[in-house]
């Protein structure tokens, strides 16, 4: 009877002393795992948000230059220089107000991916297209890789 009671009693600390909880060596072990996948996945994640930031500016110059057209059709012309992309969401003064059928984009002009306004240029004759440019992750106009100008239109 006195093995029965030593073998029960047993069994209840050896299920206490699993039920513990993790060692820190167990711990420690789990935190250099995640280190490790961190350090390997974490610059490859980075590099595609700046790629996936350059992919959303160009679909964004694509929309604002097809809101472009319309409004071109519209009016028989783009917008002049001080007029800028503000032509998309606001009528113009005079005469054209009447045919102007806009606002041509639903929720006003954006920024680019990096929080900057877009470079509107006129175009330099009748027959050009006008130019939308973002000027990249740098702000300043030239720059390579991602810090390159994104732009749609014909060069000015």
């Known amino acids: 009877m006195s093995d029965i009671n030593f073998n029960h009693a047993s069994r209840r600390r050896d299920r206490r002393w699993r039920e513990r909880g993790y060692s820190l060596l167990e711990v420690l072990i789990v935190l250099a795992i995640i280190a490790l996948v961190a350090a390997l996945v974490g610059p490859r994640l980075i590099a595609q948000l700046d790629r996936s930031k350059v992919t959303a500016a160009r679909v964004q110059i694509t929309s604002l230059m097809s809101s472009m057209e319309t409004m071109r059709i519209d009016l028989g012309r783009y917008p002049s220089a001080s007029e800028g992309l503000d032509l998309l969401t606001r009528a113009p003064n ?57 732009s749609v239109g014909d060069p000015q």
């Open 94 to 150: 005079g005469e054209e107000t009447g045919v102007w059928a806009g606002p041509y984009l639903d929720a006003g002009i954006p920024n680019d991916p990096w929080g900057r306004p877009y470079v509107y240029e006129a175009p330099a004759n009748a027959a050009a297209r006008p130019r939308i440019a973002s000027l990249g992750a740098d702000g300043e106009p030239g720059g390579e890789g991602l810090a390159a100008d994104i």
